[in-house]
Nanobody, 122 residues
Framework: QVQLVESGGGLVQPGESLRLSCAAS????????MAWYRQAPGKQREFVAM???????AYSDSVQGRFTISRDNAKNTVYLQMNNLKSEDTAIYYC????????????????WGQGTQVTVSS
């Protein structure tokens, strides 16, 4: 059984930093892309950043230049370094694994974590 568990959220002041982690556990053969999304109160879930197994990372315009996504394929873990946080970054941050296979013959499917709360407030 595959699980994605996020950690690292919390309460910080504007301008401060946080580092989120998301570890995928269970029987995992391959994960094509690992990504972060977020959902603020009263808003739809939105894309934040993605890290493919092969290829360039990508970011939403709202976090470009402030957030950095990285990935440790050996640990099936993805990180999100968030610098210069703003109040509008307040949200629940979700990790997503796109096209995860539990074996070479397995059909790929997507998995979501339960989310971690990030609050930016003075």
């Amino acid at each position: 059984q595959v699980q994605l568990v996020e950690s690292g959220g919390g309460l910080v002041q504007p301008g401060e930093s946080l580092r989120l982690s998301c570890a995928a556990s269970g029987s995992i053969f391959n994960i094509r892309t690992m990504a972060w999304y977020r959902q603020a109160p009263g808003k739809q879930r939105e894309f934040v950043a993605m890290a493919p197994r092969v290829g360039a990372t990508a970011y939403s315009d709202s976090v470009q230049g402030r957030f950095t996504i990285s990935r440790d394929n050996a640990k099936n873990t993805v990180y999100l370094q968030m610098n210069n946080l703003k109040s509008e970054d307040t949200a629940i941050y979700y990790c997503k694994a796109d096209d995860l296979q539990t074996a070479a013959w397995d059909l790929p499917r997507d998995y979501w974590g339960q989310g971690t709360q990030v609050t930016v407030s003075s």
